[in-house]
């Protein structure tokens, strides 16, 4: 499965709503950890097909949503299960480390 974009207009339908659990990516285009996290976050999407989805949201231009979910670093993980949060790490982490989380 592919990243999703989310943003104001497709955060509840995407997430909230949601049937499977979702990770978010909260990530800046400035930001060299997070740019190290991309490749990382694609795998987990294509490796876990269906089960999941994943999302990114760029903080700089989603500041309500960064804010709503506190998000005081970034890269900020965040796993949401049936509209609520269940749990999250922040910085440069392997693999196994986030796929944990779900």
Do not use: H
Not at 9 to 14: A, L, P, S, V
Not at 83 to 92: F, H, W
């Amino acid at each position: 499965m592919s990243v999703i974009t989310l943003d104001n207009k497709n955060f509840d339908q995407e997430v909230l709503q949601s049937r499977t659990p979702v990770l978010i990516d909260f990530w800046a285009s400035w930001c060299g950890p997070c740019k190290m996290m991309a490749p990382v976050i694609d795998d987990i999407a294509e490796s876990m097909g269906s089960s999941i989805k994943v999302g990114k949201i760029n903080v700089d231009e989603n500041q309500e949503l960064a804010e709503k979910y506190e998000v005081m670093s970034i890269p900020t993980f965040v796993v949401i299960k049936e509209g609520k949060e269940v749990a999250r790490t922040i910085g440069v982490q392997p693999k196994e480390e986030i796929t944990k989380l779900l």
